[in-house]
């Protein structure tokens, strides 16, 4: 399965280079499908294993921490907005449309039940998912695992934002102030705040959000003065409310802590490259800190925290040691893993839907079914999804390799 990927797919010194990075993913990707193949294949030791450790939130935890350190570092390696906003689309906007596009079939054969706002707000929820900010938009999601697509999208708003403002190097205090948000936010901050109350209402904040995005990008990327910081202006301030008023699961305090984290990943890539001392980086261990508190009456979301910390952290330091190809080969088709397994177990839920009355050898049989055709499928739509529509973008900015003056007076 692994020849299928080739040196002409992947260059292989940023393999080398980045491949702690990969095996992180590799090992988040396992512990996500290992929690959604609880429900419909072993429910038994659902509530026992997510009482001890939930593994699901360790997982999203490992990958917010990856896409902080490496995300900013991205843009500001190629200080152009541009190429940053082409390569983010090219990475998560094909493989989502495969993935859209099966949950679709799903519903059509009439495996899976789609929510009913899908019949009676079509539009919005079309919308929300194009921009991907559906769940800072108190939108059912299409797949339940795209709602951390929301924040990601919400964090490279924020980047782009600061880039634009020349502040994109305050990273200790972005993960310091998301931290005291949330601590402050936990259990005040109203939540779908904007959304609520009714179909229309719904419609005119998803037009809003989505103009004044699209407004705030265009003149962030192709504006010039005044015009780009405004723009940066609207995208935060749009970014901002949603995360502090408008989204309903997982909740206002824990959104703004995911972005902590996300930042708090930056502060431990600038640390490394020394852009701070790894003392002002210390900073950023109020952060988990936080996690556990605000957490403090669900002791498996609190050893899933502190674990998914200590695992990065270990990475880091093992960043210059040979990773296992296993691992590595899991993170380089993370997203597809990530995306495509919730297909696969809806089909599970749909032929077994009394998993308790199906005897443990067949259900562990099709579990290990449906990890090989996952990483069986993995493999092609990384081959000949992925990975094609990543070659793409770097011919589209290729063009425009050079940074914008404008851009590059940002870097300093």
């Known amino acids: 399965m692994g020849r299928m990927l080739t040196t002409r797919d992947v260059p292989q010194r940023t393999r080398k280079r980045l491949a702690w990075l990969d095996a992180l993913r590799g090992l988040a990707a396992l512990t996500v499908v290992f929690e959604h193949t609880l429900e419909p294949l072993l429910p038994e030791a659902q509530l026992p294993v997510k009482a001890a450790f939930d593994p699901g939130w360790y997982g999203v935890t490992v990958f917010f921490l990856v896409s902080g350190y490496i995300v900013p570092a991205s ?3 190629r200080a152009s907005l541009r190429a940053f906003w082409i390569s983010r689309f090219f990475r998560l906007y094909p493989l989502f449309g495969v993935a859209a596009a099966a949950m679709a079939l799903l519903t059509l054969l009439g495996w899976d039940d789609p929510h009913i706002w899908w019949k009676s707000r079509l539009v919005s929820l079309v919308m929300g998912h194009l921009t991907m900010l559906q769940n800072l938009l108190y939108m059912p999601n299409l797949l339940n695992i795209l709602w951390t697509l929301s924040y990601e999208m919400g964090f490279y708003l924020l980047l782009t934002a600061m880039f634009t403002l020349g502040i994109n190097r305050k990273s200790v205090t972005s993960a310091l102030g998301f931290t005291a948000a949330a601590l402050l936010g936990a259990g005040a ?6 959304s609520a109350g009714g179909s229309s209402r719904m ?4 037009l809003a959000v989505t103009t004044l995005m699209t407004a705030g990008l265009a003149a962030a990327i192709r504006g ?3 015009v780009r910081q405004v723009g940066a202006i609207v995208i935060g301030l749009t970014v901002l409310t949603l995360l502090a008023v408008n989204q309903s699961y997982p909740g206002p305090w824990q ?8 930042f708090a990943g930056t502060v431990l890539y600038r640390a490394e490259q020394r852009e701070l001392s790894w003392k002002q980086a210390g900073w950023v261990t109020l952060v988990p800190l936080a996690g556990i508190w605000l957490t403090r009456d669900d002791f498996g979301t609190q050893i899933a925290t502190g674990a998914a910390w200590l695992t990065f952290a270990a990475g880091l330091a ?15 088709v993370s997203y597809s893993v990530y995306l495509l397994h919730p297909l696969l177990l809806e089909s599970v839920e749909w032929f077994w839907p009394e998993p308790l009355a199906v005897p443990l050898n067949l259900r562990m049989a099709a579990l290990a079914c449906v990890v090989a055709l996952l990483l069986g499928l993995s493999a092609l739509t990384w081959r000949f999804v992925e990975a094609p529509a990543q070659r793409l973008a770097k011919r589209l900015t290729s063009a425009g390799a050079r940074p914008d003056r404008r ?3 940002n870097l300093v």
Do not use: F
């Open 224 to 226: 010039s003065g005044a």
């Open 189 to 194: 901050l109203p939540v779908t705040l904007l």
């Open 255 to 262: 959104g703004l802590l995911i972005l902590a984290t996300m």
């Open 318 to 332: 093992l960043r210059r040691q040979k990773m296992p190809r296993v691992l590595t080969w899991l993170g380089l």
């Open 75 to 77: 843009l500001e390696r």
């Open 407 to 409: 851009e590059a007076t």
């Open 203 to 206: 419609l005119t904040v998803t």
